[in-house]
């Protein structure tokens, strides 16, 4: 008897795992067809300067409006892009997408784009960005590029060789997710970073947790010393807000300046 509750149990978990499986599946096709059929769409959230809180660029962040499931966080679907390849197509979507919607605004501020490993490792990525930037007319200045710890720290030197050619375009780089990588800051030296975005684990902490404040000033005073940028995300209150002007934190992001929006200006109060 014990013996045949363990069998239903097992038969159980198989067809849990079988219909993961296939909504996976079923999944991956539909993104397939979701760029063509025009289902995805990009969010701007601002970024911000602390002080005057005047929006100084703005980070696409992609979203699917699945035609059942409503609109979709990237987290639901992005793992399945990068697991598929399709994130290739996907991010050549965003990048078009997001340039446009900057050269077709006024605004002098940057638009930020997320860039997946995969799209970096592939040869031709900087002429792709040069292409975009010419047939929008965006000039480079105006696009940051976001690109992972693990992107900086692969010694690829295909992907340093597109980072080289981006900078020498005039594109900017920043690291996203700052601090939560493998802390092997060489890359710091050795590429041309001009910013960093220091996690928004390390915001949530702040005027709680003392070693909070500690890393996150420790990255302030790493960024500063480098003379690069330093972007603190994920800022939802006044007093997080506060304790970052205090450690001399000059930009920032988060729901307290403005939510990820589909206009691209009017999200900032
Ligand atoms: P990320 O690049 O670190 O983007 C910031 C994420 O934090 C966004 O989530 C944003 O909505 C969220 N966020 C911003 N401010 C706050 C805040 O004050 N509080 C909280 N709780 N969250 C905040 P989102 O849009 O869900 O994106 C998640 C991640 O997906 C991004 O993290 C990025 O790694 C990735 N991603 C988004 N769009 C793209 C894309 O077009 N291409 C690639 N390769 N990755 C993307
Ligand atoms: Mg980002
Ligand atoms: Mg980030
Ligand atoms: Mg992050």
Not at 132 to 137: H, I, P, R
Not at 161 to 190: K, N, P, Q, W
Not at 206 to 235: K, M, S, T
Request: hydrophobic share 40%; with cysteine.
């Amino acid at each position: 008897q014990a013996k045949n509750r363990g069998r239903d149990r097992w038969d159980t978990v198989d067809t849990g795992l079988r219909k993961a499986a296939s909504e996976r599946l079923d999944l991956e096709s539909q993104l397939r067809t979701a760029i063509s059929d025009g289902e995805l769409e990009l969010h701007f959230q601002p970024i911000v300067g602390l002080t005057g809180r005047r929006v100084i660029g703005r980070e696409a962040l992609v979203r699917w409006r699945h035609p059942q499931k409503g609109l979709m966080p990237p987290i639901t679907f992005l793992p399945i892009a990068e697991e598929s390849g399709l994130i290739v197509e996907l991010g050549a979507w965003v990048l078009r997408a997001a340039v446009r919607a900057a050269a077709a605004s006024l605004d002098p501020g940057y638009v930020a784009v997320n860039v997946s490993p995969n799209q970096m490792i592939r040869p031709g990525f900087s002429a792709q960005v040069e292409t975009v930037l010419a047939e929008s007319g965006l000039p480079a200045g105006q696009l940051v590029l976001e690109l992972t710890e693990s992107v900086m720290l692969s010694a690829a030197p295909a992907a340093r060789l597109e980072i080289d050619r981006l900078h020498r375009l005039g594109v900017r780089i920043v690291v996203d997710d700052f601090g939560t990588g493998f802390s092997a800051l060489s890359y710091l030296r050795d590429l041309p970073v001009s910013g960093i975005k220091v996690d928004r684990s390390f915001t949530a902490g702040l005027g709680d947790d003392p070693q909070c404040d500690r890393i996150v000033e420790a990255l302030i005073g790493l960024g500063h010393g480098l003379g690069i940028d330093v972007i603190v995300e994920g800022v939802e209150t006044e007093r997080q807000s506060d304790l970052l002007v205090g450690i001399g934190v000059q930009h920032a992001q988060g729901y307290l300046f403005g939510k990820p929006s589909p206009q691209y200006e009017l999200q900032n109060a």
